[in-house]
């Protein structure tokens, strides 16, 4: 089936260690990016990439840094320099990254750091 | 300033009754859109609808129906005879054509639904 996947669901880590959430995606889109979800706040934009070996920083980066060497993954770490770094974390991808593009998600990482 | 309002928080309704989701939007562009996602307790967003800036035609797709006024700046959602499967936040997203690369959706704070059996 095509789709987005996200492991692990859950992932715990201790305070100051750098942790690496994993997005890989089969539907052949061009674009892919990451948000944070916190209660009440809505998603906010960390990072996206249009297109493979180039991402662009979103509204809220600092503490956080991708890559994307294929077309499929787009990983994201969470540095020990990211000061509230628990929350759930959803990945998605669209098309083309176009205005009129829809974007699919995954079903999302809960971070949570002890 | 945030580019999408969801003023309801939380709404809860008894299965049957019809609820309406408001959405109130803010941008400076003419060619935009619109989207709706829900979001069930699993935690995956799920696609719901796409409006463009240029059509405000209502659109309704079974029990679900959305009504879009330029003139209000809103793009609100109708859930007709609501069933508890409907329970979950609801988000509108607003996407601007000027942006360029990368197609940054604005997302408001999301509607928290429950449908009380």
């Known amino acids: 089936d095509g789709g987005i996947t996200q492991s692990p669901k859950y992932l715990f880590r201790k305070e100051g260690q750098n942790v690496t959430l994993s997005c890989e995606q089969n539907?052949?889109?061009?674009?892919m990016y990451w948000y944070r979800q916190d209660p009440g706040q809505g998603l906010r934009l960390i990072y996206y990439s249009q297109i493979v070996n180039d991402f662009q920083k979103g509204d809220i980066a600092e503490g956080y840094s991708v890559s994307r060497e294929k077309k499929e993954s787009f990983p994201l770490t969470v540095t020990s320099a990211q000061k509230n770094p628990t929350a759930f974390y959803l990945c998605a991808s669209s098309i083309k990254g176009l205005a009129n593009n829809e974007q699919f998600f995954g079903p999302g990482t809960r971070l949570t750091v002890l | 300033a945030q580019k999408v309002t969801q003023a309801q928080t939380e709404i809860s309704v008894v299965e049957k009754e019809d609820v309406t989701l408001d959405c109130v939007y803010e941008?400076?562009?003419?060619?935009?859109?619109l989207f709706w996602y829900k979001q069930p307790p699993s935690g995956e967003l799920v696609f719901l609808i796409r409006?463009?800036?240029?059509?405000?035609q209502n659109e309704i797709s079974g029990r679900y129906s959305w009504n879009f006024q330029k003139s209000t700046s809103s793009f609100n959602f109708t859930i007709t005879a609501s069933q508890v499967v409907d329970s979950a936040v609801y988000f509108c997203?607003?996407?601007?054509?000027?942006?360029?690369?990368?197609?940054?959706?604005?997302f408001g704070t999301g509607t928290s639904l429950t449908v009380i059996p």
């Open positions: 539907l052949n889109h061009d674009a």
């Open positions: 409006r463009n800036s240029f059509d405000e």
């Open positions: 997203a607003l996407s601007e054509a000027t942006q360029g690369a990368g197609n940054q959706f604005y």
């Open positions: 941008t400076r562009d003419t060619t935009y859109y």
